[in-house]
Each structure stands twice: as structure tokens, then as C-alpha cells.
């Protein structure tokens, strides 16, 4: 009986022993954002980008002195560049536009550190505009010169929602008003001009989690959830929560939690920077985390 006795408890203490694999929950923390931006209005931030050392925003702006711009007004609406430091202080800032109604709403920032915002333009300056029916990619050098203007007149409202390099060229996608299309997709040549644009009746996919890598080790996720997230406590349930997370890119394990403000728009990571989140909720928030 002593014997079955010393067994039962040795087989206990080995039950209840934690093993190698075993992990400790990891608790949420609220990180605060490094930058609030209310704009009001018509005001908004479009997409970020980053490059050169700087963090780019892009976006539209009707009023004649929003937050983090001082350059003058150029007509209705204007499209807008603005530099940032690596700690979310304005180094320089563009009006992007013509006399009449310009929006700016995507951005790429390539090789040689060059910055790429698409956008719309009305072709007519009167008033009310007829519309956004020209295409117009600006390119602007990292010291916030203004160095081309490629446009593209078409018959209906086409707005651009993203801006990527493609070989030599660049790939423009977005939104169309054209009668039975949703979409398009046209290629820019900066040795020649924006050539045609292909129409599709298939919307453009909305991404419910956003991703960045930091290195060959972590990678970043940032989306909202209302329900619990295995291994990780402190989220109130039923209530809609954005988290940004560090996981291991090989053991794909959850190493740091994180719950900001707003909902995600943009996550990018740039060595000397880090990695940033751009969100939107009363107003646009930047929230930077400074990795090695």
C-alpha cells in the first residue's frame, strides 16, 4: 500500500509539473499612439509609406489650416505629402494639385527613395467640379521637390488605391464609377505617360489582417477582435479590440500583445525606424514601436 501510495504521488507531482513546452499567458498592454492627427471635415489620411528615413502620410484636404500642413491652399480640395521624422515630428509638407479639386489616396516609395502619390484630379477648376475623371500620379524627391506630373483623362471618376512598382513601370489599381465595373488597373511608364486602363466587375479584396516583417525572426500583425486570443488575457470580451502583435516568424509564437487606438490602416517596418501603425478613429494615429 506505501508503495501505491508513493506511486500515485510521484505520478501527481510529474502531472502537474510544467513542462518544456508549457507557456505563461501573455498579458495585453495598451500602447499609446505617438501621434494623434484630428483632422476635420473633408481632411483625411489616405495611406503611409515609408523611406529614406522618413514616414510619408498622404491624403486630402479641404480646409485652408489643417494640423501638420503649411503650405497654401492651390484650389477646392488639395492632395497633400507630409515628411515625418522617425519620432513623428513634421520635417516637410506638399500641397499635391491644381486649381481645382485634387485628392491623393495611395503611395509607394521606391529605390532611390522617391515618393509616388496617386491620385484624382477634376479636369475642370469650376465649381461644383464635374468630376474626378483624371488620373494623376505625382512624384516627389525626399526633400519634398515636386519632380513630375503624370496624368490621364478618362470618361468617368477613377481613384487609385494603391501604387506599387512593377518591374520598370508601376501597377495602379482602384475604383471606378464606370457602369457595370468595379475596378481597374492601368500601368504607369515614368519614361512615357499612364497608359490604358482594364476594367473589372470583381472588387478589390479588403485585407481583415494587416502584416509586416521586422527581420528574419518577428514578424507583425495588427486587426480587431471581439473575442478571446488563445494564450493571451487582459481583452474584454464582446467588445471590438485592435491589437498590435510580435510573433517569431520559425515557432510562429506569440511573443509581445499589444492594443492601440482605432482601426488599422497601414503597418510597415523600416530599419533605423521600426515598425509603424497608421489607424483611424475619431482622427488618424500613428503609433511607432522602435525595434533593433
Wanted: hydrophobic letters at 45%; proline letters at 4%; zero cysteines.
Amino acid at each position: 500500500m506505501k508503495k501505491r501510495a508513493l506511486a500515485a504521488g510521484l505520478l501527481a507531482l510529474i502531472l502537474a509539473a510544467p513542462t518544456a513546452e508549457a507557456k505563461a499567458p501573455i498579458a495585453i498592454t495598451n500602447l499609446a499612439p505617438t501621434l494623434s492627427i484630428n483632422f476635420t471635415g473633408g481632411d483625411q489620411v489616405s495611406a503611409m509609406a515609408q523611406g529614406a528615413g522618413a514616414i510619408y502620410l498622404t491624403g486630402t484636404v479641404e480646409s485652408a489650416t489643417p494640423l501638420l500642413l503649411t503650405s497654401q491652399t492651390l484650389g477646392g480640395s488639395d492632395g497633400f505629402l507630409v515628411a515625418l521624422s522617425t519620432n513623428s515630428s513634421r520635417v516637410w509638407d506638399l500641397r499635391l494639385g491644381t486649381s481645382g479639386d485634387d485628392v491623393a489616396t495611395s503611395i509607394y516609395v521606391d529605390l532611390i527613395g522617391n515618393i509616388w502619390v496617386a491620385g484624382a484630379s477634376a479636369v475642370s477648376a469650376s465649381t461644383p467640379a464635374p468630376g474626378l475623371n483624371r488620373l494623376t500620379v505625382w512624384e516627389v524627391n525626399s526633400a519634398g521637390q515636386l519632380i513630375n506630373t503624370y496624368v490621364r483623362d478618362v470618361p468617368e471618376a477613377d481613384v487609385p488605391t494603391s501604387i506599387v512598382a512593377k518591374g520598370a513601370n508601376f501597377l495602379l489599381q482602384g475604383i471606378t464609377s464606370k457602369a457595370g465595373s468595379a475596378t481597374f488597373a492601368a500601368t504607369l511608364n515614368p519614361a512615357a505617360k499612364i497608359g490604358s486602363l482594364n476594367y473589372s466587375s470583381a472588387k478589390l479584396p479588403a485585407a481583415s489582417i494587416i502584416k509586416s516583417t521586422s527581420s528574419a525572426l518577428y514578424g507583425w500583425q495588427s486587426y480587431v477582435t471581439s473575442v478571446a486570443i488563445k494564450g493571451v488575457i487582459g481583452i474584454a470580451l464582446h467588445q471590438k479590440t485592435t491589437v498590435l502583435a510580435k510573433y517569431g516568424i520559425k515557432d510562429k509564437a506569440l511573443k509581445t500583445i499589444n492594443s492601440v487606438t482605432g482601426s488599422p490602416m497601414a503597418l510597415q517596418y523600416q530599419s533605423g525606424t521600426g515598425v509603424v501603425l497608421l489607424t483611424q478613429g475619431k482622427g488618424y494615429f500613428l503609433t511607432i514601436v522602435h525595434t533593433k
